[in-house]
């Protein structure tokens, strides 16, 4: 969705400008150069330029314009869903098991070299031996160490062939690697700069090998990276010759920058800062809904959280609509299912709003009218602070008493992975473009004990079995009719609705302030990372 906002410009007193090689890029009120893209953003979170090590935003974003994959994202119509990329096409065997992709002919890496079903091998295989945190996103296709020279194969300089452990929808395993851990590296170039057996590690950390629209040019941590565009790119052309990201923490700096014409694009303004731009010409605002969820959990070790009229009632005292309507307005919208909008298998019922009476009554006849006592405990991020607040106001016109803890991230998860908690308030993201990465998170727990550590999934956490929807999720990641599949993934979330002792709350709307000019931008929806090469001015 977009809109677009315009206002007098306001006079500015003084100049921002922004050197870079020892030249001035704008001056107040210029544009920025027409072939070059200037983002403010934060990108405190970039660690390592490894795309099978990299599993923070920006450094995703970074990933999906410097490599490809064998399997694409369209960004002119990301709800299509995969399509073929650095595989022109693939083939299934009859057993679901074996995938043989055919490479596209003609594709250079940076270096020069050619982009060849070994460099897909060492690529998948590289994710395998080094480990690293997004691993899991192939792992779980029964890929080990031990194993990756027959189920990870090159047949021949165009044929690369991957054979999983067992049948799964077809759909799953080609959205998985649509994954920026998926990328596919120049093998030779990485090779040759392997360490001790590190697969080229240390050296991908701060560098790049890929084939994709632009090539790494430097990266200060904490400050800066731009990118410079790669002639002929198979993908379409691409205008903005350099992309230039610039570390701004703060939304008024960001939004002074943007109006000054210093950048092209800001992606992290407040809510206020969005309101002070929206009637600048020489601006706009473009919404676009992405795959981070807001949620509260009911931990199901307390005796009265784990009342299923309890559950019920609390989830109708989330005043759904009052918090979008006020300090979330413009950047998260109401969704109460499991899986995010624009997802395979959405489901858009929102069959809960506050009601103070309802809940009261759900509550009496659970056997507490007069209400308990309850401890929340969240991050202390402020959006995080204030919903916790809006439910502590609501929850206690129906007698429960809340107490609020505030922590570190660190602090706050910690307790929360443990079960040391009873009530939560936090996010989620969806670590892959298929509906399994939530389904598999939310609503699948094959052991409910204590010592199972299934810290990964929030149904655990919450010491919640989940035993019919364990199964249904079992099914639903084997199901090769992509219809039917869709289908299971409903039923999941409307029986999760229910009985679930987690009430999903909302959904992040992305908001992307740039000057009135920019046009191709994409963040990446609710299922991918950003994409500049298709930005035009």
């Known amino acids: 969705m977009q809109f677009k906002r315009s206002l007098l410009s306001l006079a500015l007193a003084a ?14 009120g210029a544009a920025t ?14 660690i390592s330029l490894d795309p099978q090590e990299m599993f923070e935003i920006s450094g995703t974003d970074m990933a999906n314009n410097i490599y490809d994959r064998l399997v694409e994202l369209n960004p002119a119509d990301l709800s299509k869903g995969y399509e073929p990329g650095l595989a022109e096409s693939w083939e299934i065997s009859e057993d679901g098991k074996t995938f043989t992709f055919k490479m596209r002919e003609g594709i250079k890496f940076h270096s020069g070299n050619t982009v060849t079903a070994k460099d897909a091998e060492y690529s998948i295989r590289r994710v395998i031996g080094l480990n690293k945190t997004p691993s899991f996103i192939l792992t779980q296709f029964g890929f080990t160490p031990e194993n990756m020279s027959e189920t990870i194969k090159a047949i021949d300089e165009n044929t690369f062939q991957i054979t999983t452990d067992k049948k799964y929808a077809p759909s799953f395993v080609l959205n998985c690697f649509t994954s920026v851990v998926a990328s596919i590296v120049d093998s030779e170039v990485v090779k040759s700069n392997e360490v001790d057996g590190d697969w080229g590690n240390g050296w991908l950390k701060t560098s790049s090998a890929g084939s994709g629209a632009f090539k790494l040019q430097n990266w200060k941590p904490n400050e800066s990276y731009s990118l410079t565009a790669v002639p002929g790119y198979w993908r379409g052309d691409v205008a903005m010759k350099r992309v230039i990201v610039r570390h701004v923490l703060e939304s008024a700096s960001q939004r002074l920058m943007l109006e000054k014409g210093d950048v092209d694009i800001a992606r992290h303004l407040s809510p206020e800062d969005v309101a002070s731009i929206s009637t600048n ?10 795959g981070r969820l807001m949620y509260v959990s009911f931990n199901q070790k307390d005796k009265a959280l784990s009342h299923p009229k309890v559950t019920e009632a609390l989830k109708y005292l989330v005043d759904y609509k009052g918090m979008t309507g006020s300090f979330l307005q413009g950047q998260w919208t109401i969704q109460q299912a499991f899986l995010p909008q624009t997802f395979m298998g959405e489901l858009k019922d929102t069959p809960y709003a506050l009601n103070i009476e309802k809940a009261k009554a759900l509550l009496d006849e659970a056997g507490y009218s007069d209400g308990f006592d309850v401890e929340f405990i969240v991050r202390n991020s402020t959006e995080r602070v204030e919903i916790a607040q809006s439910l502590q106001n609501t929850f206690g016109q129906a007698g429960v008493r809340v107490s609020i803890t505030q922590g570190t991230g660190k602090q706050i998860l910690g307790r929360y992975r443990a079960r040391d908690f009873q009530v939560y308030v936090g996010e989620w993201g969806p670590d892959y473009p298929d509906p399994h990465t939530n389904a598999d998170t939310f609503a699948n727990n094959p052991d409910n ?9 929030v149904a655990w956490r919450n010491s919640y079995a989940a035993k019919d929807l364990t199964t249904l999720t079992d099914l639903a990641v084997q199901e090769s009719d992509r219809e039917k599949r869709a289908r299971m993934y409903v039923q999941a979330q409307k029986t999760f609705q229910k009985e679930a002792p987690i009430a999903i709350m909302f959904q992040k709307v992305d908001q992307s302030s740039m000057r ?8 990446g929806g609710a299922i991918a990372s950003a994409f500049y090469w298709p930005v035009k001015k």
């Open 449 to 457: 004990r204590d010592e199972a550590k299934l810290i990964g999934k």
């Open 15 to 28: 100049s921002v400008a922004m050197p870079i090689s020892g030249t001035i890029i704008s001056e107040a």
């Open 516 to 523: 009135a000019n920019v046009t191709g931008f994409n963040p």
């Open 281 to 290: 010409e020489d601006l706009k605002v473009e919404d676009t809904l992405r």
């Open 33 to 46: 150069p027409p072939n070059m893209l200037i983002i403010a953003d934060r990108i405190d979170d970039l």
